[in-house]
């Protein structure tokens, strides 16, 4: 399964904004968590795209556009990124296309040292994911949406050169 990962730009958003709708519905019939992806939407998505220390992704695969992801590097901290959203539409999850895309992310911010990221702490197929690409659990959890959801804390070190 070929998988690639190309830069987004503004006439992406809405395709984006949709796919992200359908990837983050379940969680949100789950949650009813007001700062969900599913409520979000283009404006989110274009405004990243103008930001200068973040970057937004297509993720294709088969070269059908399959999903999305967006990741920065943290302002005033050289070398730590954050992984800010990775969806999949729900017909293609489960297949590693997630972890693959998160790998091929990783590599367009050549100058990090340390990757963060977080996700809901009782939804085992994204602790599967994140660990699959070299992710460990950091031990903490941060509260959100005003206790609905706890947020698992994952981490990846890396050296230069790997």
Known sequence: MQIELIPATAADASALAAIQRKAFERLYAQYHDEGSPYLRGEAEILNW?????????????GGVLAG???????????????????YILPEMQGKGIASRAVLLCEAEFPAAT???????????????????????????????????ITLALYEKLKTKGR
Not at 123 to 134: D, F, I, L, S
């Open 49 to 61: 795209l103008e930001r200068p220390n973040w970057k937004v992704f297509k993720i294709l695969v």
């Open 68 to 86: 999305g992801m967006a990741a920065c590097e943290r302002q005033g901290l050289p070398g730590e990124c954050y992984l800010a959203r990775v």
């Open 114 to 148: 340390r990757w963060s990221l977080d996700f809901p702490a009782d939804q085992p197929a994204n602790r599967r994911c994140y660990e699959k690409a070299g992710y460990t659990d950091t031990g903490e959890t941060r509260e959100q949406s005003e206790g609905k």
